[in-house]
């Protein structure tokens, strides 16, 4: 069986987690405490040298670390993966979009508004402003590419929607409203009503 | 032909040059000044609501954006985009890996110490502290896997490689000294005799 090295709030796990029930995939489980840096201790260095989570350990020893990478590898020959290389393109677009102009601000006012310490939080405070400017400029090219699309790449649900939605359902935890993204709502809506949908 | 909208300084549309060179893929290239904003006017954003570059253009209107979308699709069929599904698992961590853990850093410095006007420097300077620290971070990861090995992903020379080496062979430019990381001093070189290579 697969292990998932996982923190149960990340939403870089929670990708895996839902892709892989969706997929019919069993995860044996191993969880790290959000806060103590334990992913940076050497027992885990010797496992990932980045020092992160989500990490895919297989059977026989390997690992492959990045959720983008994960998602790929588990996706191959499964709907989650459209066929053709222009889509499959798309779909790559998508998540490197998200993890370059979504989750360093989306996610990262997630984590430190609403699960750091208070008084590590007031040394980033500053930084608010710009994590909400850049954050709501990703939700605004997602819902500008949704007003004319049910999902993101491929014409169908893909990888890529869940890459997108693991933090753009949870972004009110880092104060985001998305009230003036209804394509971005409405798609929210669509991926929870994807069969072996498990919430965060 | 292909066009490739790009800014001619730009790591991320080397990328794209160094590969379809390698590629033998023709491009039209169609350049941005680096300062001014164009990519961020209706008419870029038109083409790509992201507003940036590189973006791929195809002769029936599609566009492609982020780099590693682009490399993906350039290298299907390729030596560049090995075959199998951990092999090309690998190649997307690392390229996952540049763009999270890598270019905001190692590219970003780069741009501000090397390529903007001074004045807008000084109101980002008390960041190249963190930026170094995590540039060196991700280039100890880097020398640590490339200590068995002489390519990334797959045993062998891909996308992953370009991705990682667009940025890396200009660090010195964001104030990076390469001397202690051996292993990506030799890669380096390595690429640079690949076959097609062409300099940034």
Chains 1, 2 share one sequence.
Not at 17 to 35: E, F, K, M, S, T
Not at 98 to 124: C, M, N
Not at 148 to 171: C, P, Q
Request: proline share 6%.
């Amino acid at each position: 069986m697969l292990t998932l090295h996982q923190m149960a709030m990340s939403g870089n796990c929670y990708k895996i987690r839902l892709a892989a029930h969706q997929l019919g995939i069993p995860l044996n489980l191993v969880d790290y405490p959000l806060h103590g840096g334990k992913t940076r201790e050497p027992e885990f260095l010797a496992k990932n040298p980045n020092g992160r989570v989500p990490l895919l350990e297989f059977e026989d020893g390997r690992f492959l670390p990045e959720s983008g990478a994960i998602l790929f590898y588990l996706a191959q020959g499964s709907a989650l993966w459209p066929s053709g290389r222009w889509a499959q393109a798309e779909v790559l677009q998508w998540m490197f979009f998200e993890q370059y102009s979504h989750e360093p601000y989306i996610a990262v006012a997630r984590f430190w508004l609403g699960y750091a310490p208070k008084e590590a939080l007031e040394a980033k405070r500053h930084l608010v402003p710009e994590w909400h400017q850049k954050g709501y400029a990703a939700l605004g090219v997602m819902d500008g590419h949704l007003a004319a699309r049910d999902w993101f790449a491929g014409e169908r649900y893909s990888i890529a929607d869940i890459a997108l939605y693991a933090y753009t359902h949870k972004a009110h935890e880092g104060g985001f409203d998305l009230d003036d993204y209804r394509h971005v709502r409405a798609w929210m809506e669509r991926v929870k009503a994807t069969p072996g949908y498990i919430a965060l």
